[in-house]
């Protein structure tokens, strides 16, 4: 584990959830958008998603727990709101479970439908910094499509206006719609 700040540390602790920590190849890494879907606040208005919020908590107990950080973590650093990167992890492990699948397969099929996949270090610009926060504006603010095309599921078939479903309920009908797994990680365009 590298030294610096806790929020240092645990970003590198999330990092090792979803990719390889050691590969800083900027084309092949995602420490930039990582960072910035660390320090934009998970926010929500469907009832049960603050389910969500409270899985990218849990995060930090498990961490501050596996890093043995018990006595030196500050009660306000435990209590800050879920980041976006938070509940895209949680929520990365649920599918996972659910698929018997892997997170970082997960959260790159997030990637993918956000169509922020190709966002890796090597072409991040200040241009890309703002499509990911109008990304991340209309996957919390559900200005996506009806069908979900925009946000995190994408139905073929959905039986109801996806931008009022939980994210739970989302992921439910996007596992029963389609085997996604078997297609493979998602390719870069």
Not at 77 to 103: D, I, K, N, P
Not at 158 to 165: I, M, T
Request: charge should be negative; include cysteine.
């Amino acid at each position: 584990m590298s030294e610096g700040t806790l929020d240092d540390r645990y970003l590198e602790w999330i990092y090792g959830q979803i990719g390889a920590v050691r590969n800083r190849n900027p084309a092949k890494s995602y420490w930039r958008l990582t960072k910035q879907l660390f320090t934009v606040p998970f926010y929500w208005f469907v009832p049960n998603d603050d389910n969500r919020a409270l899985d990218g908590c849990e995060l930090r107990f498990e961490f501050i727990d596996e890093m043995g950080l018990q006595e030196m973590v500050d009660p306000a650093w435990m209590a800050m709101e879920c980041s976006v990167l938070e509940m895209l992890v949680g929520l990365a492990r649920r599918a996972a479970f659910e698929s018997y699948s892997e997170t970082g397969t997960w959260f790159r099929i997030f990637m993918r439908n956000l169509e922020l996949y190709g966002y890796t270090d090597a072409v991040w610009s200040t241009a890309i910094e703002r499509e990911v926060n109008n990304t991340l504006e209309r996957v919390m603010h559900r200005t996506y499509r009806a069908n979900g095309v925009g946000g995190l599921f994408p139905l073929r078939l959905p039986g109801r206006d996806q931008r009022k479903v939980e994210l739970w309920y989302q992921l439910s009908a996007y596992l029963l719609e389609g085997d996604y797994i078997d297609h493979g990680p998602p390719r870069d365009s």
